[in-house]
């Protein structure tokens, strides 16, 4: 599937999308998003062992489109970025075709089902950029964002459009509200040498100065720009406790 935009420029295709079915009773559907230059294949095979089984997983794959940080070198990646931080400029616009398209994955869902959005890296970036729009309520352009997120999940990650996010949230009694009780769930390394922990700390202390109270942050000593079975259990517990949903753990 492919979005367009106002620049005229011609719209980039995602790719693949890959889907994790629950082995037991259906109550939540999460959208997973990959890191730069990855595909959904990779994590879809990581969720398909967690001992979660009333949770769907849903892996697409993001466009290749060249990277300012590569030199404009093209790779799967949801944006373009310059630099892994919350200080670099931010392409809105290819955030917001990217949250449009996790919103597209997650808007066939049954009206029972609980909807969460997570994701590695720049897949973790664009998460939290869909919350943020969940959030408020509409795109950085504007346009309605369409769907209720009930869990947001961004590990070795960090915030886009930061600037101005308090603002934002504080004009709105709504995006009040919504921010103060939508869980989120923040995991960074120590040892993180492609986007460095102080990014994902930053990241976590923005978010709950403009009011995300329900806001848990994880660090691990040693972790690099990866992930490890200690941190996914922390995920597992984390989604456990938060959406109510089993665990198949003895």
């Known amino acids: 599937m492919s979005y367009g935009n106002r620049t005229g420029r011609r719209p980039f295709e995602f790719g693949r999308t890959h889907v994790v079915k629950p082995k037991g009773r259906h109550q939540v ?3 997973w998003l990959h890191g730069l230059g990855d595909n959904g294949a990779s994590w879809s095979q990581l969720l398909e062992t967690l001992p979660l089984p009333n949770i769907k997983w849903i892996c ?3 466009p290749i489109r060249p990277v300012a ?3 404009g070198f093209p790779c799967t990646a ?9 200080d670099g400029s931010d392409d809105v616009e290819g955030m917001d075709a990217s949250a449009a398209h996790v919103a597209n994955l997650l808007s066939t869902e049954p009206a029972d089902i609980k909807l969460g959005v997570g994701g590695f890296s720049m897949g973790a970036a664009t998460a939290l950029y869909s919350a943020t ?3 408020y309520g509409k795109y950085g352009n504007g346009s309605q964002f369409p769907i209720h997120i009930s869990a947001v999940i961004g590990l070795s990650g960090w915030l886009p459009c930061s600037r101005g ?4 949230v504080e004009v709105s009694p709504e995006a009040t509200r919504r921010a103060a009780v939508l869980p989120v769930l923040l995991c960074h390394g120590r040892a993180d040498d492609v986007v460095p922990y ?4 930053k990241s976590a202390e923005v978010l709950r100065s403009a009011g995300y109270r329900n806001l848990s942050f994880r660090s691990y000593n040693g972790l690099g720009h990866y992930t490890l079975p200690e941190e996914m259990d922390d995920v597992c517990k984390w989604l456990t406790a938060r ?3 089993a665990s198949s753990r003895n």
């Open 243 to 245: 959406l109510g949903v």
């Open 29 to 31: 559907t999460i959208v």
């Open 60 to 62: 697409p794959t993001a």
């Open 78 to 86: 949801w944006f373009d970025v310059g630099e892994f931080s919350e």
């Open 165 to 168: 996010l308090k603002t934002k």
């Open 69 to 71: 940080a590569f030199g």
């Open 198 to 201: 102080k990014h994902g700390e």
């Open 133 to 135: 729009c969940c959030i």
